[in-house]
C-alpha cells in the first residue's frame, strides 16, 4: 500500500482524502490517503517524518504553500512560477514540487463548464497566493488579456509586472474597475471566507461567466454575480477535484476521471 496525505492548518474540513480515494479505487490502486494537521511551525518536521515514514507523495493546503516551495528539491515551471507548491512527490528521496491549482482551474473551466479561454477578455480580483497560482495556465490558454484588479493596487501591479514575459497582464486597483463587461470574472480573494464581497460595480459582470475559486453553495461573490446578470456562474468545487486530479497523475502517471466524483461531492455538498 502507498501512503500518501494533505497537511494544513485547519485541515479537519478537508475533501481530499475522499477525493483520493475515490480516485484510488476508479484507477485500481492500493493506497491509503491522511490528512495531518500541522501545528503553524511544525510543517516541515512533520512533512520529514512522513517521509521517513515511506510516504509516496503530499499534497500541501493554507497555510503551507510557500514551505513546501522551499523544501522542494526540484519545482516544475507551474510551481516556478506560482511560488508555492500544493504537490509533492517523493522519489529516490528527493522531493518534486509541482502547483495543480492552474491547471485544475483551466481544467475545470474548459472542460466541466464547457468555456474557452482563448481570445477572452478575463478580470481576476486579488493578487494574492491564490492568483498567482492560476496565472501561467491561465496565461496558456491565450487569452486576449488578463487584469487583475486589488484592494492594494501595488501588489496587482507588481504581479502584472512579473508575469509579463507570459502574455499581456494589466494590474490595478479595485476602485479602477470600470463598469465595461468582461468575458470572466474570477474571484481569487480571500473574502468571501470571511462571508464578504470586494467593493465591484456590478457591470463588469454583466454577461460574463464568474468562478469563485471557494467552494459552497453561494458564496457572496457567486450571489453578487447573480445580481449582476453573469451568463454564469460556479464555485470552485470543480477546481478542487481537477487539481487533485492532476496531482493523482503526477504521482502516479494515471489520470483518473473527474466527472463522477464531483458529481458526488457536489450532492454531498450542494
Ligand atoms: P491567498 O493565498 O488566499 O491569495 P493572500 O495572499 O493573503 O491569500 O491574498 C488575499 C487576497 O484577497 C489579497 O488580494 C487581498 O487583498 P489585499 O492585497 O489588498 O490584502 C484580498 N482580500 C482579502 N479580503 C478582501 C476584501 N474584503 N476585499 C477585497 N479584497 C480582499
Redesign the pocket.
Known sequence: MDNYAVFGNPIEHSLSPTIHTQFAEQTGCDIRYTKILAAKDEFTDCALDFISSGGKGFNITVPFKIEAFKIANHLTLNAKTAGAVNTIKIQDGELYGENTDGKGLVNDLCNNLGLSLEGKDILIL??????QGILLPLLEQKPVRILIA???KA?AEKLAMDFATHGKVCGFG?DQIKAKPVDIVIN????SLSG?M?AILPGVAKGAFCYDLMYGQKTPFMNWAKQSGASGVSDGLGMLVEQAAEAYYFWRGVMPKTDEVLSSLRATIG
Open positions: 486579488g493578487a494574492g497566493g491564490a492568483t486589488n484592494r492594494t501588489r479595485m481569487a480573494t480571500s473574502a464578504e470586494p
